[in-house]
């Protein structure tokens, strides 16, 4: 069995503390890091050496390359101050980039996807009151801090954030399904010199969009770009931003957050749309339902005359976000697992832009990439001209 103890004498005294008295530290499966994993990030379980009322721990080290890895741990030691249920953490070494975390096991929301419904449903409803809890009062508590003492976050979803998101989903998705930008153009009803044009430049940094591009004077355009109008008028509140089945665990009868370094303002719809609308998870329409009615009856009547509108609204950014995120993973970092969720993600999309009114250029664009779309969804060559529903 592969150890890691030598590494973790490495990382300060707090962690060669732990690999002293409990003696080797051990992966979870020989000779590889656990499953969980991303984002210049690696994982191991390790024995904690007392730190925790659990044997093991989890430790955790990134690689500096994001921002928003730095932030876990005050934003840690926040949230289980004000009672949002994260784990614990139990040594630092800022320095050195290194945690050390409480092991709440590996049982996460996904895990349960072929579990009988009453017990899944009792572990979104436990993540959806937490989540009402955070989006309730979280900022509030946030801001009553001094200055000095409050955590950072990221930048809140604002304009430029919501244009970027969408422009991944341009650039990753629909170029990539379309197979170019002339096929893209006749897919989006616009002019394909600037799809060419928006395919040649290169990849814009998070929360930026493509503001060198003036886009174009389309429906497809000026539907996108009243989107971001409703999501901008949508309360404010402190959000996860990837409130996903693997990023909630289900340890002892409760819901626990992990993967919150991207915290930051923004719609709290946005959650429940990234929850309910998960394409790993699979819900079926009559669960999506019912934990979207046990969510919108905690708000007051304002919000809950609002709530279907804007979860709608949300559901459709999110999913867009998601979709490029897939084709970003899947062909840019060759990681093609990421490419099988394509498909479930654009027939969510087709669902929920064909229940508004306020999304026929999206919901047509949507449903052409699904007929087009390989059920298997492989990485296809962008030079090949697209078939099936975009012609030749």
């Given at each position: 069995?592969?150890?890691?103890?030598?590494?973790?004498?490495?990382?300060?005294?707090?962690?060669?503390?732990?690999?002293?008295?409990?003696?080797?530290?051990?992966?979870?499966?020989?000779?590889?890091?656990?499953?969980?994993?991303?984002?210049?990030?690696?994982?191991?379980?390790?024995?904690?050496?007392?730190l925790?009322?659990?044997?093991?721990?989890?430790?955790?080290?990134?690689?500096?390359?994001?921002?928003?890895?730095?932030?876990?741990?005050?934003?840690?030691?926040?949230?289980?101050?004000?009672g949002?249920?994260?784990?614990?953490?139990?040594?630092?070494?800022?320095a050195?980039?290194?945690?050390?975390?409480?092991?709440?096991?590996?049982?996460?929301l996904?895990?349960?996807?072929?579990?009988?419904?009453?017990?899944?449903?009792?572990?979104?409803?436990?993540?959806?009151?937490a989540?009402?809890?955070?989006?309730?009062?979280?900022?509030?508590?946030?801001?009553?801090?001094?200055?000095?003492?409050?955590?950072?976050?990221?930048?809140?979803?604002?304009?430029?954030?919501?244009?970027?998101?969408?422009?991944?989903?341009?650039r990753?998705?629909?170029?990539?399904?379309?197979?170019?930008?002339?096929?893209?153009?006749?897919?989006?009803?616009?002019?394909?010199?600037?799809?060419?044009?928006?395919?040649?430049?290169?990849?814009?940094?998070?929360?930026?969009?493509?503001?060198?591009?003036r886009?174009?004077?389309?429906?497809?355009?000026?539907?996108?770009?009243?989107?971001?109008?409703?999501?901008?008028?949508?309360?404010?509140?402190?959000?996860?931003r990837?409130?996903?089945?693997?990023?909630?665990?289900?340890?002892?009868?409760?819901?626990?957050?992990?993967?919150?370094?991207?915290?930051?303002?923004?719609?709290?719809?946005?959650?429940?749309?990234s929850?309910?609308?998960?394409?790993?998870?699979?819900?079926?329409?009559?669960?999506?339902?019912?934990?979207?009615?046990?969510?919108a009856?905690?708000?007051?009547?304002?919000?809950?005359?609002?709530?279907?509108?804007?979860?709608?609204?949300?559901?459709?950014?999110?999913?867009?976000?998601?979709?490029?995120?897939?084709?970003f993973?899947?062909?840019?970092?060759?990681?093609?697992?990421?490419?099988?969720?394509?498909?479930?993600?654009?027939?969510?999309?087709?669902?929920?832009?064909?229940?508004?009114?306020?999304?026929?250029?999206?919901?047509?664009?949507?449903?052409?990439?699904?007929?087009?779309s390989?059920?298997?969804?492989?990485?296809?060559?962008?030079?090949?001209?697209?078939?099936?529903?975009?012609?030749a």
């Open positions: 069995m592969k150890t890691c103890s030598e590494s973790l004498r490495k990382l300060g005294p707090q962690f060669e503390d732990v690999a002293t008295r409990e003696g080797p530290a051990w992966w979870e499966s020989p000779g590889d890091p656990l499953p969980k994993g991303g984002s210049g990030r690696v994982f191991c379980r390790v024995k904690s050496g007392g925790g009322s659990e044997p093991t721990a989890i430790c955790c080290r990134h690689d500096g390359s994001r921002e928003e890895n730095a932030l876990y741990a005050p934003l840690a030691v926040f949230l289980r101050e004000v949002f249920p994260v784990p614990r953490v139990l040594a630092r070494e800022d050195r980039r290194a945690l050390l975390l409480q092991d709440l096991g590996s049982r996460d996904l895990s349960l996807a072929a579990s009988p419904w009453p017990e899944r449903r009792a572990a979104y409803f436990s993540a959806l009151d989540l009402f809890f955070l989006h309730s009062g979280g900022l509030a508590r946030l801001q009553s801090l001094p200055p000095g003492e409050r955590p950072r976050l990221m930048p809140g979803f604002d304009e430029a954030l919501y244009h970027w998101e969408q422009d991944y989903f341009r990753h998705c629909l170029l990539r399904l379309a197979r170019g930008p002339v096929h893209a153009a006749r897919l989006c009803e616009e002019p394909a010199a600037w799809w060419e044009e928006f395919a040649a430049l290169p990849p814009m940094p998070a929360g930026e969009g493509v503001s060198r591009l886009r174009p004077e389309s429906a497809f355009s000026q539907e996108l770009a009243a989107l971001i109008a409703r999501l901008l008028g949508h309360p404010r509140a402190l959000v996860h990837d409130c996903q089945s693997e990023n909630i665990l289900w340890h002892d009868g409760r819901a626990w957050f992990i993967d919150f370094q991207g915290m930051r303002e923004g719609s709290p719809w946005y959650d429940v749309a929850l309910l609308q998960d394409p790993y998870a699979g819900l079926d329409g009559a669960q999506r339902r019912e934990l979207f009615d046990y969510y009856a905690k708000l007051d009547a304002e919000g809950r005359a609002c709530a279907q509108r804007r979860y709608l609204d949300a559901s459709a950014q999110r999913l867009m976000q998601a979709l490029g995120a897939y084709g993973l899947g062909v840019e970092k060759k990681r093609t697992a990421f490419l099988r969720h394509s498909r479930p993600a654009l027939q969510s999309l087709c669902r929920v832009t064909s229940e508004s009114p306020l999304f026929p250029n999206l919901n047509r664009a949507a449903t052409a990439l699904l007929c087009i390989d059920p298997v969804s492989e990485a296809t060559d962008p030079s090949k001209p697209g078939e099936g529903c975009l012609g």
